[in-house]
């Protein structure tokens, strides 16, 4: 379908250009209102999103950054606690300085009490919605299902005492314990307060969660132990205590202070943990001091503990005795570890800023050789990677464990589940999970860890913009790093599907979550970097963001007016079609122009007459008349001038020439070049199907073999963001224009992409039966030994997208 030309009148062209406004970017009436029932388009879809954020004020300024009177409190923890082995318990006294740096006097503080939510009555529990029940169910979910009615979990609160002695009042509203204070604590002041507690592990592979313990078939356990004490919750500025209940999926909200962490474990137990070991000498074996000093000059990971010796250790028979790692870590806002008889323990330092790191992994023989290949390579990467985009990692360890939790995040340390197959072969999709699932976790310790974003309320804070940064990472591990999110042609099949809801919703109220909170706002970043800002513009925004709210609380707010204000570009518009609505991108060409100058010169209309009538086919009817017996050829005297070979029914009379040359005389020597121009005026008409305004980019294709990419901002839809008209000049002709052409805007539907419309083919496949399930290194005859069993490739896509 060529596009249809039409002759420009040559005096509209030099006084006006009536009728396409549209095309040169000339602006009509603008809707004032985010609604406007009497204009064409009733969505203001360019409505400043003022109205949606809180007041800039003292504590958080207009710009995005903090306010001279900003403020956080601060939490110190002293804790002693035992890990008992035989009944998979823990027991402990948490020692808490609370410090009150808010301008309001506090009656009451608020704890987070985690384990509750594995309570059988508990809100998580009672709110599950029930299973689909089809005609099969595995007996590992219905062992799952059944242990959570009668699993004893929760805390145990034996004791708050304040100043180690008197016992302060204490209630508790399911994952919740408000503890009433003595007196008020004024600001500026300080209280120190303690709990004793204890609870039951859950066995993770059976219940499901964060943290928790992995059995094996010799009677060893992994243990992954997080949310295992009672911790502040966050008191802030904008909401006062962040005491949502915790059902599972809405992650923590915590204030940043110094820990002091004594854990008492069976002596052959190794250890890994958030902080700095205070005493090695003491736990340590001679070994193992050694090789951790080579560590720190290899270029390379070593062993620290060897599949070996891990073996010999896990065979042996359990010890009865104990001993105590001692942790100490500053400015954290978490504390986690894991213990196992099982570890390998490798380590390599590397250097962030002027901060040194030891990059560790902790793992069992069955991770092998997966793990001792990649665990720590991918830990040593994401802190170079992120250290470019964000800030360089202010802490001295950074720890990879792998155990029953596929991937969770902790100051410092990391839990990541995949392994390989029991024959030491692994599949593609296993690899590049382990890679992943690293570089994911290790990287939460920028974001939410250092920028300390509100996980409860907020989830894509943490997660989203830590998906964007892991997508990067990926990217620059290995060429055509098949990295699941981030492109933005991999979120257009959930952007054009139902059952959604904005990413400003509510943690506990996302539906998928995965989409929502990882995919989605990680490809709006890439997007914004790629498509609206470019990469420079957008990495200076991006750094600053992080440099401001580096040990410090941001909201939603601040970030978008960060952006906004290092980036010196309004992004309203941006913010309210990716982050508060569920439109999606689908903009289609409907029509194609081709305007011509008509210069009037009546000699060159009539050539143009006799041109289209010698192009022109006959009709039918003429095509079959040609033969016909006319009269005026047999019967004399019918004939006259009009019947003449002198009559040009196309010709021009002198009046008509007079009239033309009498004009071209009047005009000066720019209007006489604009007449005699030889540019084609296309005018093409596009539609925003899918409601979400952005940048129409088209690739036009000229007759010459030549092509031309033009990216047309997305303001050209401020007057009506669902059809607009855009003029495109050229001395070429245009043979056909493409919409997107490089797939950067998540546009859902490319069949209406091209223009003329092309047939957009689709495949389908005849089979007979199904393939086999092994992976390609078994295959190849690569493993230890024959493994019939098929595994599933990808294990996260298999559990809940809120423990990734």
Not at 339 to 361: L, N, P, Y
Not at 504 to 510: A, D, F, P, Q, V
Request: hydrophobic share 35%; net charge negative; with cysteine.
């Amino acid at each position: 379908m060529p596009a249809h030309r039409t002759t420009i009148c040559a005096l509209a062209l030099i006084f006006g250009f009536p009728g396409l406004g549209d095309g040169f970017g000339r602006p009509t009436a603008t809707a004032q209102g985010i609604q406007n029932a009497k204009h064409v388009d009733p969505l203001d879809r360019f409505a400043q999103i003022d109205a949606r954020l809180p007041t800039p004020g003292p504590t958080r300024t207009a710009s995005g950054a903090p306010g001279p009177a900003y403020w956080q409190q601060r939490v110190d923890y002293q804790i002693d606690a035992t890990l008992n082995d035989d009944d998979q318990s823990i027991r402990g006294t948490c020692r808490i300085a609370y410090h009150n740096h808010s301008p309001h006097p506090l009656r009451y503080l608020w704890l987070q009490l985690d384990q509750n939510r594995f309570h059988p009555d508990s809100a998580a529990v009672m709110t599950q919605t029930a299973p689909s029940f089809g005609s099969r169910m595995s007996f590992g979910a219905m062992r799952g299902l059944l242990a959570k009615q009668v699993f004893d979990g929760g805390f145990k609160i034996d004791a708050v005492r304040y100043d180690e002695q008197a016992d302060l009042p204490h209630t508790i509203v399911d994952t919740m314990m408000r503890v009433d204070l003595p007196d008020d604590l004024m600001p500026g002041q300080s209280i120190r307060f303690s709990v004793e507690y204890h609870y039951n592990i859950i066995e993770t592979k059976v219940i499901g969660g964060r943290g928790g313990f992995e059995s094996f078939d010799d009677g060893n356990r992994i243990y992954e132990i997080a949310q295992w004490y009672p911790r502040l919750t966050a008191y802030t500025d904008y909401c006062g205590w962040q005491h949502k209940q915790f059902l599972g999926r809405g992650e923590f909200t915590l204030e940043l202070g110094d820990y002091r962490v004594r854990l008492t474990v069976s002596d052959d137990m190794v250890v890994a943990a958030t902080g700095t070991l205070q005493n090695p000498d003491q736990v340590y074996r001679p070994a193992w001091k050694q090789r951790l000093k080579q560590a720190t000059k290899s270029d390379k990971p070593v062993f620290i503990v060897t599949p070996d010796e891990a073996r010999a250790n896990e065979s042996a028979d359990p010890s009865k005795n104990l001993q105590t790692w001692d942790f100490h870590a500053d400015n954290v806002r978490d504390f986690a570890f894991a213990a196992s008889r099982k570890f390998i323990w490798d380590a390599m330092e590397t250097v962030s800023g002027d901060q040194s790191v030891m990059a560790m992994s902790f793992y069992p023989n069955e991770a092998e050789p997966l793990w001792s290949q990649y665990s720590t390579e991918a830990i040593v990467h994401t802190l170079d990677v992120y250290g470019r985009y964000a800030f360089h990692y202010p802490y001295p360890t950074a720890i990879s464990v792998n155990g029953p939790v596929y991937g969770m995040e902790y100051p410092m340390i990391c839990f990541n589940g995949p392994r390989p197959e029991k024959d030491g072969t692994y599949s593609k999709a296993t690899k590049y999970g382990l890679i992943s699932v690293i570089i994911h976790e290790v990287g939460h310790n920028f974001f939410p860890m250092i920028v300390n974003s509100d996980e409860r309320q907020w989830t894509w804070m943490d997660e989203g913009l830590n998906t964007f940064l892991q997508y990067l990472t990926e990217q620059e591990w290995e060429e055509d790093y098949p990295s699941r999110r981030g492109e933005p042609e991999k979120i257009t099949g959930y952007m054009k599907g139902g059952n959604q809801r904005a990413i400003m919703t509510g943690s506990e109220e996302i539906l998928q979550f995965g989409a929502n909170a990882y995919a989605k706002p990680a490809t709006a970043l890439n997007i914004l970097r790629e498509t609206i800002l470019g990469r420079e513009l957008f990495d200076f925004a991006f750094r600053e963001y992080c440099r401001r709210w580096r040990f410090k609380r941001p909201t939603p707010a601040d970030f978008f007016r960060t952006m906004e204000d290092a980036s010196a570009t309004d992004l309203d518009w941006f913010w309210h079609g990716w982050f508060y609505t569920t439109d999606h991108v689908d903009i289609a060409i409907t029509d194609l122009q081709l305007y011509t100058i008509d210069d009037g010169d009546p000699d060159d209309a009539a050539d143009r007459r006799r041109d289209e009538k010698a192009e022109k086919e006959p009709t039918l009817s003429e095509e079959r008349n040609a033969g016909l017996r006319r009269r005026i050829d047999w019967q004399p005297g019918l004939k006259d001038y009009y019947n003449s070979p002198d009559y040009d029914p196309d010709g021009v009379d002198e009046d008509q020439r007079k009239a033309f040359h009498k004009m071209i005389e009047g005009l000066d020597d720019r209007q006489r070049a604009m007449l005699r121009s030889k540019s084609n005026f296309y005018v093409a008409t596009f539609e925003n199907v899918g409601g979400l305004v952005m940048p129409i980019i088209v690739r036009l294709y000229f007759d010459d073999g030549s092509n031309q990419k033009v990216t047309v901002p997305a303001q050209i839809w401020r007057a009506n963001s669902r059809k607009v008209r855009k003029l495109f000049i050229t001395e070429k002709s245009i043979l056909r224009i493409e919409v997107d052409p490089q797939r950067q805007t998540a546009d859902v539907d490319l069949s209406n992409n091209h223009f003329p419309p092309r047939v957009v083919p689709s495949r389908f496949q005849l089979y007979k039966s199904k393939s086999s399930g092994k992976n390609p290194m078994q295959k190849a005859g690569l493993g230890k030994k024959e493994s019939d069993k098929p595994k599933a490739d990808d294990a996260k896509e298999k559990q809940d997208d809120a423990s990734e």
